[in-house]
């Protein structure tokens, strides 16, 4: 079971464990039509993965230089060192958005570099972080070229049909994330005709399951675009956003966040605020890399086990 | 003890001799020292609704480690550029009317600016 699940309770400890997850990412391999996660990227053994194998990196705020991380930079260079050594090759990487911190170009630059040191495919959606510019069009000058509206879109791998949703923009006033009509009629449209049993990965920023409206940690008009989704024999909906690993299986659909590159973010409800994190400095370097997440067979949930390499 | 006694008395007395100069140059509620600047601190804005005369410039200042925007309800003003750690942003105000904002980056942080007629009913 999920020791991070809001429905089962954050323990102190566990909110310590949960800040762990900071400065990797979560390799996924997908295997008969399901998606399995393989674990912390340092961790992840080169598993002979019969299907496709894809990474997931998260919320990298490049220029972020706060008490919680002053180098957020540093640490997604170090994440990327790791995707690089992978014994076997993800065939590509989707970032669930807050590349940059302030939407600068430099931020922009910076994250690029260090991350195109994979040589691997990035598909990204955009975190309210990467909409900061007056003109709001660093982002899709970027990373938006062929997608619909703000930057949606869905392409297909190894029979999986992936879709990346921006659930940043046109915030409302007391709301939460928000797709908006355009794009979940597109989203509609996109999954009609479609076998049910093709396996589907919706990516987006902000989580598109209620983890804790009192901190935003939602998306208003999800339930609407998870209603296309309920036909679907295997549904895995990837966000970041909050920083920490939460996961929820409800039916089909399983959703997962994966922790970010940069600063760590309290457990819901542990603090006044989701504000970033500060922790020792030598803490947050011992605690890279030193927690998994796995699949076991006969479990409906994604097992999180959290490893520490120091105790 | 002695000191703060004196200090005390002192600034009654500094008080009651200012006082009829400041009721002649600003209205009243200026007079009282009506809050004209909004915190944002653990992603909430204090005071949430914040009363002021028509011509006052209000404030905001961002205290936490992650940056903020403010946006109006209704397009009322442009919306602020996104405000840093220490970053603040001023508005004037110069129509009466409710005025309602939240954050654009975290929509869940609301709060309201209430601006009031210049000429002042208050003082009946």
Partial sequence: ?311 | MHATLRAMIVAAALGAAVAPLLAAVVPPVQAQNAPTAVSIDNFIFTPQTLTVKAGTAVTWANKDDIPHGIAWMKNAFTKSKALDTDDSYSLTFTTPGTYAYFCYLHPHMTGTVVVEAATDDAAH
């Fill in chain 1, 1 to 311: 079971m999920s020791e991070f699940d809001r429905e089962d309770g954050v323990s102190r400890r566990k909110v310590l464990e949960c800040m762990t997850w900071v400065g990797t990412g979560v390799l996924w391999t997908i295997a008969g039509g399901v998606p399995h996660s393989l674990g912390l990227i340092d961790q992840a053994v080169a598993q002979e993965a019969g299907g496709l194998t894809f990474l997931q990196i998260s919320d990298s705020h490049v220029g972020f230089d706060k008490p919680a991380n002053p180098n957020a930079l540093g640490t997604l260079e170090e994440a990327i060192n790791r995707v690089n050594a992978l014994p076997k090759k993800p065939a590509f990487m989707i970032h669930t958005g807050d590349i940059s911190h302030l939407s600068l170009a430099s931020q922009f630059d910076d994250a690029d570099r260090i991350i195109s040191r994979t040589r691997l495919d990035v598909h990204y959606v955009p975190g309210e972080h990467d909409f900061l510019d007056p003109e709001q069009k660093f982002y899709r000058e970027r990373y938006g070229r062929g997608t619909k509206g703000v930057g949606w879109y869905s392409f297909d791998a190894n029979g999986v049909h992936f879709i990346g949703l921006v659930n940043v923009v046109d915030l409302k006033a007391g709301g939460l994330g928000f797709l908006g009509a355009e794009q979940l009629e597109w989203l509609e449209d996109d999954l009609s005709g479609r076998s049910a049993s093709t396996p589907i990965v919706v990516f987006a920023h902000i989580p598109l399951w209620t983890v804790y409206p009192d901190w935003g940690w939602g998306t208003d008009d999800s339930a609407q675009a998870l209603s296309y989704l309920k036909r679907f024999g295997s549904v895995t909906v990837l966000n970041g956003h909050i920083h920490q690993v939460m996961q929820k299986v409800e039916g089909n659909v399983t959703f997962h966040t994966a922790r970010s590159t940069a600063f760590p973010q309290p457990a819901p409800g542990a603090a006044p605020s989701p504000g970033p994190m500060k922790v020792a400095d030598d803490k947050l370097r011992s605690m890279l890399g030193i927690a998994d997440v796995t699949f076991r067979q006969g479990e409906q949930r994604l097992a999180i086990v959290d490893t520490p390499l120091q105790a």
